[in-house]
């Protein structure tokens, strides 16, 4: 079975600063990787997905992150942290053969200081 | 396109009822997953039904159930409610399969009195 950890339940960053959420995955076959953003009393909003095809996936809202094999980890990053980015992210992970099933993570609060 | 939509957006209930929330997907999906989030056990896949099919079923009790119509619209009913099926009842939908992005609903926030 897939499995996805995140690494701190809670981020904080100086508007401006580097954001870097973690995420380290298990997959006995390739996985789909995905990093969602949830605001207060709303759904999940897509950042980026991973499909296989180029290993540093772009997405909105200037965040991006990195597919790493070896290292079992699909990273977040965005260069500069903006107030609006305060949210909970989550990354999740699917399989060819689980259809459209997503195990998450347990999701990363981050804040954001002015 | 309109997005995912979700009814009713909030409800409350009292323990032993049953209770019904509608998913209407985006149009030309064919793909509908249920999760429920709750602070303690975060985001749990409930079940996925496909073209009318149940496609997938997460691990929860048989009160949970659900189905979907032809026009892709879906359904999922609780029954005999416990105060520990308070949470948020997130729904997906997607075009096809594991590869394809998931947009979610804004979700049904159950209370369970």
């Known amino acids: 079975a897939q499995s996805v950890t995140q690494l701190g339940s809670h981020v904080s960053v100086s508007e401006g600063a580097l954001v870097l959420l973690r995420c380290n995955y298990s997959s006995s076959v390739p996985p789909y990787l995905f990093w969602y953003v949830q605001y207060p009393n709303q759904g999940l909003q897509l950042l980026l997905k991973?499909?296989?095809?180029?290993?540093l996936v772009k997405g909105i809202n200037g965040f991006e992150a990195e597919f790493k094999k070896s290292e079992t980890s699909f990273h977040l990053t965005k260069p500069s942290a903006h107030m609006s980015d305060a949210a909970e992210y989550f990354c999740?992970?699917?399989?060819?053969?689980?259809?459209?099933?997503?195990?998450f993570g347990e999701g990363t609060q981050l804040t954001v200081n002015p | 396109k309109a997005g995912v939509t979700q009814t009713p957006r909030y409800l409350i209930k009292t323990r032993g009822q049953q209770v019904t929330l509608s998913c209407s997907p985006i149009?030309?999906?064919?793909?509908v997953s249920w999760y429920q989030q709750t602070p303690g056990q975060g985001l749990q896949f409930l079940f996925e039904?496909?073209?009318?099919?149940?496609?997938n079923k997460g691990n929860f009790p048989g009160r949970f159930s659900g189905r979907q119509f032809s026009n892709s619209r879906s359904e999922m009913n609780v029954s005999t409610l416990e105060l520990g099926d308070s949470a948020l009842y997130l729904c997906a939908s997607s075009f096809m399969g594991a590869s394809y992005e998931q947009y979610f609903g804004p979700g049904t926030r159950l209370t369970v009195t």
């Open positions: 991973y499909t296989s095809a180029a290993t």
């Open positions: 999740a992970v699917s399989i060819e053969t689980s259809g459209s099933r997503l195990t």
């Open positions: 039904y496909f073209s009318e099919t149940q496609r």
């Open positions: 149009s030309g999906h064919r793909s």
